[in-house]
Every structure is written in structure tokens, then in C-alpha cells.
């Protein structure tokens, strides 16, 4: 069974910093992607940033130059560094796992847990962000 642990998240002030991380057990692959994925209305999750097994990454739009995604490849975890977050940067982030070797979607379906899609998932974490 597949499981993503996330560490907590928390609230910081405007122009802070924050880490998260992510490990996932239990991955019979070794080519896959892992990221981030943010919570947005209706329940789509938007791909914040994702990296593969080879280091290669993604970054949304709005958070490159802030945050950056790197990897302990031996401990299958993956870490989200978050740095001059704003009130926008305010959301529940969610781990996810790709179960084959193609990039993870940029939008799609929340999952909680277990699988949903293409993703193995985490449960989540807020982040919140105060002026």
C-alpha cells in the first residue's frame, strides 16, 4: 500500500518562510513524479510544483522564484521550500505521487488519501499566510 506522510504546515507572516515535505511509502516504481498540489474552489487541485526522478522540475507560475521542490531520492521524499510567501500563497497543500512516469497533470481532481487519477495522494496541510 501506498502511503504519502506530509509534514504539518502552519501560518507565517507575509515574506516568510515555510518547508514542507513528503514521503512516500510502499512505491514499487522507480520512475515516477512527486509534487505539490494546492487546493483550490470546487475541489481541483492545481500543481504547484512537481519533480522527477532524474531532478528535472515544475513550478506554477506565481511561485517560481519563491519556492523550490528538491528530492532525497533514497528516502523517496520530496521537499517544498517556500520562501517571501504572500497572502495569496494561502491554501490546503496536498503531497501526490504519480503511479506511472508521465508528468503530473497541472489540473485536476483532489484526491485525500489513497489513489484518485493518476496520483497517489497525501491528506493535505494548510498553509496560511497573514499580512
Known amino acids: 500500500e501506498v502511503q504519502l506522510a506530509e509534514s504539518r504546515g502552519g501560518s507565517v507572516q507575509a515574506g516568510g518562510s515555510l518547508r514542507l515535505s513528503c514521503t512516500a511509502t510502499?512505491?514499487?516504481?522507480?520512475?515516477?513524479?512527486m509534487g505539490w498540489y494546492r487546493q483550490v474552489p470546487g475541489n481541483e487541485c492545481e500543481l504547484v510544483a512537481s519533480i522527477s526522478r532524474d531532478g528535472s522540475t515544475y513550478y506554477e507560475d506565481s511561485v517560481k522564484g519563491r519556492f523550490t521542490i528538491s528530492q532525497d531520492g533514497a528516502k523517496n521524499t520530496v521537499y517544498l521550500q517556500m520562501n517571501n510567501m504572500n497572502c495569496e500563497d494561502t491554501y490546503v497543500y496536498i503531497c501526490a505521487a504519480s503511479r506511472n512516469s508521465q508528468p503530473q497533470p497541472r489540473l485536476t481532481r483532489c484526491g485525500s488519501g489513497g489513489t484518485r487519477g493518476s496520483s497517489y495522494w497525501g491528506l493535505g496541510t494548510r498553509v496560511s499566510i497573514s499580512s
Open positions: 510502499g512505491l514499487t516504481s522507480d520512475d515516477f513524479y
